[in-house]
């Protein structure tokens, strides 16, 4: 290896020696300079530059193959003035809610402080920082540009994703176009996600950055209970803060020590926009929101921003949506609510997963094929504790599962000697009023075996948090979001989905046109009011995410 670098070095200078008389350019030697350090990188390629390991181990040798290694960011004169556009961009990393220093600006900063030092007419000395500034600048941009197409997290793992995406751009292309057309700052923030959504998030990240010294200075004492009427100092950081984040507008000649109805209205507003009861008092629940610390809150939003950026960058016209951590369904079309619903989600130990795909057909008076977990787990209990549980509940016992399955008399089995590893029947409930999947189900077949469905437990959608579905999720205004769903159709009017329920057969309705569905997990959003809504972090998923963003680069 000594031998090799000794060789090489030799070649170089004897090759700088006759640059004049041959012509060789300064590009020339950086070229060969690129050329060796990748090829000489293994397999897979391990780069290292000023003890920065490249990340982009795939992507940056294809890339600089295709170019014939000619410098990306380095002409005959120096660096290009596009080099100070993109160490901006990548400074303005923090807007997106990512972290800028992971795109290897410090050893940027570092070797460009290098050169600013060197003399122009001193750059054939200093070919090999030259080459090194254009490798670490390539993959900064590669990194960067894949972090804001698809995330710096991986969502199927839960782990950072350093190593450059493939979905739905050339990475390579999109480089070289940048650069031929000077436009390195437009490449990447075409890559940012192009909802208005995400646009509103990103406002508000900056927003409560700006305010956070401002939120922390008005804390609440702990244990204070305040309502209409009551009075004092604790009204003022009441008042204060709701004017800061929105709920409140200011108003002259008010006394701001006194809790009057336009701080209740204001506190009422505050509540709602964090998931709590909205009682219009400062209670137990409200206290503990109020007194989280506002850096939690950023990064909130920060955490959901990174959400956004799993997500196709464009959504159809027409779709809908459920945020789990809202337990909210949302059909949106052209970037208005035409409907909204309250839903049930899963509980902690059964949560409903975040995925998407597309609504193809809806079934009127469903039977409800009971999954073989909730058999064993939940009614194989009851079923044993009292044999005419199956019957009270409309449900059909079968040995075995399919079209062999037959039908079993429950009081002919020996309940005693059956649990959950011998379980060898299926269990079927009757379409009905007290059928657990209620009148219509909406199916989006998935491997998750999750679809949205009616209830008769009307009056869990009154809970302010509704975790309590096996996986599954319960819609609050299932007749009403078939005749959503459905009202294209000149066959299916609302009074037709009515008369169809009440004959109580089972019937499937596909769709004329599938409808895109999004399973969601979001704690922080901007609703089209513009306020900023936070949530609660029911299934502990943000704290997951947070610790894979926070999960350092890789190092050599």
Known sequence: ????IFVRHVCLMILMAFTTLHGVTLTDIIQEHIRTTIENAGAPPQIVISDDLLYSTVVLP???????????????NGLLPQVQTLVQTLRNASQEGLTPTDYHLTCIDNLLQKIGTVQKKSLFEHTALLADIDLVLTDAYLVYASHLLAGRVNPVT???EWNVKQREVDFIELLENALRQNQIRESLQALVPRHNDYARLRAALTYYRAIAKKIDAIQLPSGVTLKRDDEGKNISALRKRLILEGDLIVEGGQNDSIFNSEIETALKNFQKRYGLEATGVIDSATLEAWNIPIAHRIRQLEINLERWRWLPQEFTSHYMIVNIANFELYAIENDSIALSARVIVGRTYRRTPVFSDSISYLVLNPYWHVPRNIAVQDILPQIKKNTGYLSKNKMT????????????????VNWAAVNAQNFSFTLRQD?????????VKFMFPNKYNVYIHDTPSKELFEKSERGFSSG???????LELAGYLLKDSQQWSQNKINAAIKKGTEQTVRLKKTIPIHLLYWTAWVGRD??????????????????????????K
């Open 1 to 4: 290896m000594i031998k090799y």
């Open 62 to 76: 294809a890339f600089y193959e295709r170019r014939g290694y000619w410098p990306a960011w380095i002409d005959e």
């Open 158 to 160: 839960i782990h950072a």
């Open 397 to 412: 016992l079968f040995k075995g599962s399919g079209s062999n399955a037959e039908i079993v008399d429950p009081r002919a």
């Open 431 to 439: 379409p009905g009023e007290a059928n657990a999947l209620g009148r």
């Open 472 to 478: 599954c999720i319960r819609v609050e205004k299932a």
């Open 530 to 555: 513009g306020m900023v809504n936070f949530r609660k972090d029911i299934y502990e998923r943000d704290v997951l995410l947070d610790q894979a963003l926070r999960e350092a680069p890789p190092d």
